[in-house]
């Protein structure tokens, strides 16, 4: 009874800025962690940032310093902020959320990030 609806992907240069945004919907739900996961093509899927309810952040290495996550609690978003971005960021990003007291898993369908050189 949750869907994500992801937006922001498209073509970038290199150095330039993207911001994603996912919205959950739907009803009687309450939201835990909220994330963004990403996954190039031949690679596997990885962690790129999290943050739960309360705030707390973290990011795999490669993007400290460079993308920043944030959520609304209110509107049941998260964004992900994304600047200084490189050709190596190139993957499809999935939004992901936890729900309710057992963390049940939800996944967005995917928006394609493409960062040219």
């Known amino acids: 009874q949750v869907q994500l609806v992801e937006s922001g992907g498209g073509l970038v240069q290199a150095g330039g800025s993207l911001r994603l945004s996912c919205a959950a919907s739907g009803s009687g739900f309450s939201i835990n962690a909220m994330g963004w996961y990403r996954q190039a093509p031949g690679k596997q899927r990885e962690l790129v940032a999290r943050?739960?309810?309360?705030?707390?952040?973290n990011y795999t290495d490669s993007v400290k310093g460079r993308f920043t996550i944030s959520r609304d609690n209110a509107k049941n978003t998260v964004l992900l902020q994304m600047n200084s971005l490189k050709p190596e960021d190139t993957a499809v990003y999935y939004c992901?959320?936890?729900?309710?007291?057992?963390?049940?898993?939800?996944w967005g369908q995917g928006t394609q990030v493409t960062v040219s050189s």
């Open positions: 943050i739960t309810r309360g705030g707390i952040t």
């Open positions: 992901h959320v936890a729900i309710g007291a057992y963390f049940r898993d939800y």
